[in-house]
Each structure stands twice: as structure tokens, then as C-alpha cells.
């Protein structure tokens, strides 16, 4: 990558790129949904495949794919309203992923808007994001609901100063991949080792975290960065 010299903002999907929460999310999920062992085994992995998705299409996804039937009445919300407890908590719980604090202070250092954007809905992602002292280093929090990842970085350069070729989507899942390729947003390839993108092209990466990205992007010693 050629740096950040016509960088104007960065957007950083949260679970799996700032914070280590894929994993728990996905016990959350298969928690909301309940069942026997087996089952719950089927949801993590399912949902562990579902990347970039937004919350009701994971939800829908495995309705279909596991449970074989329709929603009873009153299902569906049912299992949003759980998974939104759980997962509140397995967010809050997981550790932040490597050097993330780090390269953030480093962006903002170089006056690049830093941009949290998540599928998870507002008030969840703030409460997460400030509960692991993040909020300081983002210049925006921008959550999610029941609409694709696509529509919600579609939202969101319709707000910022920038093009967007001057700014990055870096995430860990081809869901977000195929959301910036839909945008026309460059996307950098967060993946610690899962073959995510390997049948995947046009795009930089991957990296195993943000500090080897950065790195690389910024030419600079993070530990000097506080």
C-alpha cells in the first residue's frame, strides 16, 4: 500500500477488527436461539460464516438454514431482543484486538477521521465502545440495525467531507468486503489466520491485525505513539 497521504477517513468494522468478539457473538447468537447442543454448535459456525451481515439477516439465515421452519409470531423479535442482551455482554467482555488503540491514536495524530461503523445498533456500540475507551479515539460512531452493511456505509459517505477514494473500509469479513466494493470504497483485509478472502481479489491485504496495516500505511514505530 502507498500510505495515507490522500486518506481523509478510515472506517473500521468493530467485531473482529477492533474488538476480539466474533467468537462470543456467535455463543450469544446460538444462546438466543437455544436448542440442544448440536444446534447451538450448527449456529456458531453458521454464523461465524455470515460476516459483514446485519444482525436480522444472521437471524433470518439460520432461521432458514437450521431451523427449517417459519418465524412463530413474535418470534423473530424474540430472538433479536435475547441475542441483544447476550451479545451486549460478550461485546463487553472481549478483549480488544491487538495494537487497535495504538494505530487509532496513530490516525488521529495525522488528522485522518477515524470512524467506528457496525452492524450493531447505536446505543449497544456506544456503551461497547466507551465501556472499552474507545469513543476517545473515534471522531464518529455509526451503528447498524436491520438493514445490509452496504446501506449503512452508503449512509455514511453521504456524510462525510470526503470521496470515496479518500477513504478506507477495513474489516474482516467478505460481507464488508462486497459492502465496499458496492460503495466503490477501497477496503483493507483484516484476517488473523481464517482464509477469509482467499478466493477473494481487489482488494489490500490481507493483515493479520491494524498494527501490521499500519505499519505499513504509516511508516512509523506505534510503540512511540501514545
Known amino acids: 500500500m502507498g500510505g495515507l497521504s490522500q486518506i481523509g477517513a478510515c472506517f ?23 436448542g440442544n447442543r448440536q444446534l447451538r454448535e450448527k449456529i456458531v459456525n453458521l454464523y461465524l460464516e455470515l460476516t459483514g451481515l446485519d444482525r436480522g439477516t444472521k437471524i433470518r439465515v439460520i432461521q432458514k438454514q437450521l431451523i427449517g421452519a417459519p418465524f412463530g409470531e413474535g418470534e423473530f423479535a424474540l430472538r433479536w431482543e435475547r441475542f441483544k442482551q447476550l451479545g451486549r455482554v460478550a461485546m463487553l467482555e472481549a478483549p480488544l484486538r491487538e495494537g487497535c488503540k495504538e494505530v487509532l491514536s496513530a490516525l488521529g495524530a495525522r488528522s485522518i477521521m477515524r470512524i467506528a461503523l457496525s452492524n450493531t445498533p447505536l446505543p449497544e456500540l456506544t456503551e461497547t465502545l466507551t465501556a472499552h475507551g474507545l469513543d476517545l479515539l473515534l471522531d464518529r460512531i455509526q451503528g447498524g440495525g436491520d438493514w445490509p452493511k452496504s446501506e449503512a456505509l452508503m449512509r455514511l ?7 470515496t477514494h479518500e477513504c478506507l473500509f477495513l ?3 467478505k460481507g464488508d468486503l462486497a459492502a465496499a466494493r458496492q460503495n466503490g470504497v477501497p477496503f483493507v483485509a483484516i484476517d488473523p489466520g481464517t482464509g477469509e478472502f ?29
Open 198 to 226: 482467499a478466493a477473494e481479489t481487489g482488494f489490500i491485504g490481507p493483515y493479520r491485525n491494524l498494527v501490521v496495516w499500519a505499519q505499513e500505511a504509516l511508516k512509523s514505530d506505534l510503540q512511540q505513539v501514545e
Open 12 to 34: 473500521f468494522d468493530v467485531n473482529g477488527v477492533l474488538i476480539d468478539s466474533n467468537f462470543a457473538n456467535a455463543q450469544a447468537m446460538a444462546e438466543a436461539f437455544g
Open 157 to 163: 459517505l453521504e456524510e462525510v467531507p470526503f470521496l
Open 171 to 173: 474489516g474482516d469479513g
